[in-house]
């Protein structure tokens, strides 16, 4: 039996109206290395994206050419955002909402990498770094970061605040990592991400009873390159805000450290507050959580001692003990 075209039988207006319905439906998915920051905005308290000087403002990224926003992708899940410097090849920073984690599974065995900044029009997911030789054009290789004695793969948004195995295997990305010293990214850093898991999960639960809670990791841009490809951050901070039920308001804090080693050994990041980031990070007009109620001016470091010892929350200075007793 013959079949004709479905053309044959409607009015060529109909019949090219048709076919672009079809294709509008069933065409190629929005690609995840997308235009604008909103298009990730689900991974941002209010969805509202921080202010970086010279980087991004207002929620538009000034130099579009050179850095990308990711909707990181693992298997068709979008898991969490990161606005990637290509010139530098590391990420400005990477955002999580932070929800009740689960038990996540083993590391992958290799590390991904983003297509899209290769080619727009690869495939939406990350995938398996296979590169044997030379570099990438727009980002890191895992070959950049082997045999370095000094510096490891660092985190921004870390595999443990993961809500599931494919979270957390879609942050072993190279677009979510950078050059960390070795005794930094295991010691102070380590411990810090430690602590503020521990505090969300016991304090950042939202009027529905659920365990809630907005991280924004970053990096700021040093002199030095690993292997002349990738820059070697000269700071890395984190800041995250959440709403406790319990407490009735809005509970925000920040850590950051410079990118050497660890002296001495048992080193704390002390918890800050976000006014304390933005001033030390030398702009006023830097903000992670712009129109926001997330406190400016606070820390929750007086929650510490509600938690458990493993939680690793660094001890109070003496400063903060008076205030406590005031």
Known sequence: MMFLPLGCFLPRTAFLLLLLFFFSSFGPTQTEVVSSISDCADFLLNQSPPQIPNILK?????????????????????????????????????????????????????WMIEPQLENKSAEKNMKDDNKRRG??????????????????????????????????????????????????????????????????KTFCKNSRGSTEGFVVTGAQAGIKKLKDQVNVPSLMWSAFCCYSNNNKKWLASAHWGENVADEPKDKYLQTKSLNDLYEDLGTPTFNVFPGTKCPLGTTVSKFYPKLDKSCKCPPPTFKQRNKWIG
């Open 58 to 110: 207002d929620g538009k990224i000034l130099d579009q050419n050179r850095y990308k926003p990711i909707c990181q992708t693992y298997r068709n899940t979008r898991t969490f955002l990161t606005l990637y410097d290509t010139k530098e090849r590391i990420p400005v920073f990477s955002a999580i909402r932070f929800g009740q984690d689960q038990k996540a599974g083993k590391r992958p065995k290799k």
């Open 135 to 200: 570099t990438y054009g727009h980002q890191a290789s895992d070959l950049d970061y082997k045999n370095s004695k000094t510096y490891n793969r660092g985190h921004l948004c870390p595999s443990s605040y993961a809500s599931n195995e494919t979270a957390r295997t879609s942050t072993f990305t190279l677009t979510n990592i950078v050059p960390q010293v070795q005794s930094f990214n295991g010691g102070s850093w380590e411990k810090m991400e430690k602590c503020v898991k521990c505090f969300m």
